[in-house]
């Protein structure tokens, strides 16, 4: 079937990503010839590339008006009227589609698609999901979406591994898409033997690469939020040594228990000591990380109101640590409540904060 001019132009704007262009070639077109399935359908495309779910809904109806049970225009039906925040009549749509159409891979993409949308569905539904993407791939293994679709689902699903090797299929066959990239750095940064550092210079380097990325930033974000949760154990450790220097930890019975004030010479070395703490431990790691995940800890601090906290209890550890380690005590009752006070700050909230996420 030969396609009038006016719509093959039209499909050329929307090859360019010119859909505004390509809706005012339609217009005059659809006015003189209402029944032209194929413009409805290049109209539907651009509506949905635009983000015009109502309008994208009206032209594929007017393709399903023309030529009943068009499987092209069920699975347009099908996303648009997911995007419009109608689920039930989106699956009823896609069913059709497998109906009319069982050996078509976009039809179980479409079902797919549209059972794995939400988190909250049941159980048996994104079981569903799981078996048509599994039929999309068998029907096309060489289509990048259709590995998509299995992913989604087998994450669904609690599949790790077939999401794992779906993923690796979607990137070899579009190695340029970058959900698939975002999702496989994703992947490999969130291992238990990757640490934080490590999980920000790789969130970041994604980034320079797929910058839109809101799965990459997120992630990013949480790996600096980790490392600025380790702040607090650097300050432990410098309340712990303040607290030996001046023998919080000995029994009152202790014969050798430390006379006090305790000399200049022992509380200049003890600051010493923390300030390798600090040097070794957060300066100069900081100073190695890249600038993009330097920028991030900054922007987190400023965005994230845990990020604040963390550092706050930081700081409060490190102050108490300081006014026990450099004032010349005669008595130790002052030191112990101050080495309570920093000790309860942070332990108060590490039970639970590792799971915010700035």
């Known amino acids: 079937m030969s396609v009038n001019p006016v719509v093959a132009r039209a499909g050329a704007l929307q090859a ?58 069920l699975i347009l039906l099908s996303r648009v009227l997911l995007r419009l925040g109608r689920p039930a009549e989106a699956r ?55 590995h998509q679709a299995l992913c989604f689902a087998a994450v669904r699903t609690q599949r790790q591994d077939v999401a794992k090797q779906a993923l690796v299929e979607w990137l070899r066959l579009d190695p340029s898409n970058e959900t698939a990239q975002a999702m496989h750095i994703d992947a490999m940064a969130d291992t238990p033997d990757v640490t934080a550092a490590q999980a920000a210079e790789m969130y970041s380097a994604g980034l320079a690469g797929v910058p839109q990325s809101p799965m990459l930033r997120s992630g990013l974000d949480h790996a600096t939020y980790r490392l600025l949760r380790g702040t607090r154990w650097l300050a432990l450790v410098c309340l712990a040594a303040a607290g030996v220097m001046i023998d919080l930890f000995a029994t009152a019975k202790d014969p050798t228990l430390r006379e006090l004030p305790v000399p200049l010479g022992n509380r200049v070395w003890v600051l010493m000591v923390m300030a390798a703490i600090w040097g070794f431990g957060a300066l100069l790691r900081y100073r190695r990380l890249r600038t993009g995940v330097q920028l991030n800890i900054r922007s987190l601090v400023r965005r994230g109101r845990w990020a604040r906290i963390v550092l706050g209890q930081a700081a409060w550890t490190m102050l108490c640590a300081l006014l026990i380690s450099q004032i010349p005590w005669t008595d130790r009752s002052v030191p112990e409540v101050l080495f309570w006070a920093g000790l309860v700050a942070p332990l108060s909230t590490m039970a639970f904060d590792r799971r915010k996420t700035g």
């Open 92 to 146: 009823a749509a896609a069913e059709e589609a497998i109906r009319r159409a069982p050996d078509k891979w976009t039809s179980h993409f479409a079902l797919s698609g549209v059972l794995v949308a939400y988190a909250t569905a049941p159980p048996a539904d994104h079981e569903r999901a799981y078996e048509a993407a599994h039929e999309a791939v068998r029907l096309a293994p060489q289509e990048p979406d259709a």
């Open 16 to 73: 360019a990503d010119r859909f505004e262009e390509s809706k005012a070639v339609l217009a005059p077109h659809l006015a003189e010839e209402p029944d032209d399935e194929w413009a409805w359908q290049v109209l539907a495309v651009a509506h949905e590339k635009l983000g015009e779910y109502e309008l994208a809904e009206r032209a594929a109806t007017e393709m399903l008006r023309i030529t009943p049970g068009h499987v092209g225009a």
